[in-house]
Nanobody
Framework: WQLVESGGGLVQPGGSLRLSCVASELTVSIYSIGWFRQAPGKEREGVSF????????RYADSVKGRFTISKDTAKNTVYLQMDSLKPEDTAVYYCAATYDDYRGGSLLVSGYDYWGQGTQVTVSS
């Protein structure tokens, strides 16, 4: 199995980025997918979750209204659209997968079994 993130980069405050998480040997239609981030010197935190069916999503309060999670089952890919970015969004972003929607919805690091390597997002002028 493999989860590969892409789409990170340097963006000015107020800008947008779309992150992608491509899964192989793991089907996003039967796994919950979460996005997490880790800033320097801080613990990894949950950002957003989408259930295996795609019917349920969840967001951290800090990104609610600015970030949108979605999935394309034909491409076996999950996206995180990030708008109105702020400097405090700067972090390495990871996608992760779990077979259990309940655990996935908790957005806890301990609830996920499979992790990607991460992609850097830097928000700075």
């Amino acid at each position: 199995w493999q989860l590969v993130e892409s789409g990170g980069g340097l963006v000015q405050p107020g800008g947008s980025l779309r992150l992608s998480c491509v899964a192989s040997e793991l089907t996003v239609s039967i796994y919950s997918i979460g996005w997490f981030r880790q800033a320097p010197g801080k613990e990894r935190e949950g950002v957003s979750f989408i259930s295996s069916s795609g019917d349920t999503t969840r967001y951290a309060d800090s990104v609610k209204g600015r970030f949108t999670i979605s999935k394309d089952t034909a491409k076996n890919t999950v996206y995180l659209q990030m708008d109105s970015l702020k400097p405090e969004d700067t972090a390495v972003y990871y996608c992760a997968a779990t077979y259990d929607d309940y655990r996935g919805g908790s957005l806890l690091v301990s609830g996920y079994d499979y992790w990607g390597q991460g992609t850097q997002v830097t928000v700075s002028s």
